[in-house]
Nanobody
Framework: QVQLVESGGGSVQAGGSLRLSCVASGYTYRRYSMAWFRQGPGKEREGLAVITSDGSTRYADSVKGRFTISQDNSKYTLYLQMTSLKVEDTAMYYC?????????????????WGQGTQVTVSS
């Protein structure tokens, strides 16, 4: 049974940084994709960044150059380093995973989801 548990959210001022973590358990195949999504109030869930088991990455234009996705396979942990945060980055942030190695940022390509961690950016 796959479980994803996020942490690291919080409140920060605009221009600041945060690092989100997601500990994954239960994956039994070597080929997988892990991603970060977010959902702001009244908005659709948005794919931000994805990393595959072979290390390929892809970013949404809205976060390219500001956010960095990475993974520590020894700790089964996914990270999202967020810098130059903006008020519009305020949202619930979700970790997602799926079997298969593809750089998709579509919600329906991911079958496993964490419960989310809130990020609030103030001006």
């Amino acid at each position: 049974q796959v479980q994803l548990v996020e942490s690291g959210g919080g409140s920060v001022q605009a221009g600041g940084s945060l690092r989100l973590s997601c500990v994954a358990s239960g994956y039994t195949y070597r080929r997988y994709s892990m991603a970060w999504f977010r959902q702001g109030p009244g908005k659709e869930r948005e794919g931000l960044a994805v990393i595959t088991s072979d290390g390929s990455t892809r970013y949404a234009d809205s976060v390219k150059g500001r956010f960095t996705i990475s993974q520590d396979n020894s700790k089964y942990t996914l990270y999202l380093q967020m810098t130059s945060l903006k008020v519009e980055d305020t949202a619930m942030y979700y970790c997602a995973g799926s079997y298969g190695s593809r750089t998709s940022l579509r919600t329906y390509d991911f079958s496993h989801w964490g419960q989310g961690t809130q990020v609030t950016v103030s001006s």
